[in-house]
């Protein structure tokens, strides 16, 4: 069974402009969430999709923005870039049910922005 | 706001000891902890979880430890190996919140000598 898949690996990008990541979850798995890990700081919440829908998003300027698609993929949009967005950008998938707070992660977009 | 935290940001241990890695929560209505495995140039993995109704869950090596009254946690890896060595986050959730996310501490650095 195929895990959360993420693209790019890496994206390099310039002050100003935007930013694209994408991800597939789990078959099965109708929940997308996305983080931001930067230097030397744990995993912080950005946004949860479900069902088509955005149903929380963390402490983050508004140029951040998603959606999520009908087949449950998600992209994560990050507009008028600043240097202090390069940061690791984790998507992570859940179930639904008893399981759905275990959340399962790809392996990350490394956004780097000069 | 830090609501997880791990205090230890670096842990080295003899191969065949004990591995140790606490964590502390700050938010009372968390109930239920997870742990994940990070290796470089992967997401964040997985490993084993707790319930607040339990004081301890274990699987093979790993074993959890949850003292509610204190708001702490502890991973205890018996015998630690050298492919432990990776970084462990500590995450809790309130189940019975709708905001979907987990809350991340932000990691400890294992390393396992031979």
């Known amino acids: 069974e195929a895990g959360v898949t993420q693209s790019p690996t890496h994206l390099i990008k310039t002050r100003g402009q935007q930013a694209t990541l994408r991800c597939s979850p789990i078959s099965g798995h109708t929940s997308v969430y996305w983080y931001q890990q930067a230097l030397g700081l744990g995993l912080q919440f950005l946004l949860w999709y479900d069902e088509g829908e955005e149903r929380n998003r963390g402490n983050f300027p508004p140029r951040f923005s998603g959606r999520q698609f009908p087949n449950y993929s998600s992209e994560l949009n990050v507009n008028a870039l600043e240097l202090e967005d390069s940061a690791l950008y984790l998507c992570a998938s859940s179930p639904r049910g008893l399981a759905k707070n275990i959340q399962y992660f790809g392996a990350g977009t490394r956004l780097s922005v000069l | 706001d830090q609501q997880v935290k791990q205090n230890s940001p670096s842990l080295s241990v003899q191969e065949g000891r004990i591995s140790i890695l606490n964590c502390d929560y700050t938010n009372s209505m968390f109930d239920y902890f997870l742990w994940y495995k990070k290796y470089p140039a992967e997401g964040p993995t997985f490993l084993i979880s707790?319930?607040?109704?339990?004081d301890k869950n274990e699987d093979g090596r790993f074993t959890v430890f949850l003292n509610k009254s204190a708001k702490h946690l502890s991973l205890h890896i018996v015998p630690s190996q050298p492919g432990d060595s990776a970084v462990y986050f500590c995450a809790a959730v309130d189940r019975g919140s709708t905001l979907g996310r987990l809350y991340f501490g932000r990691g400890t650095q294992l390393t396992v000598w031979p």
């Open positions: 707790i319930s607040s109704i339990k």
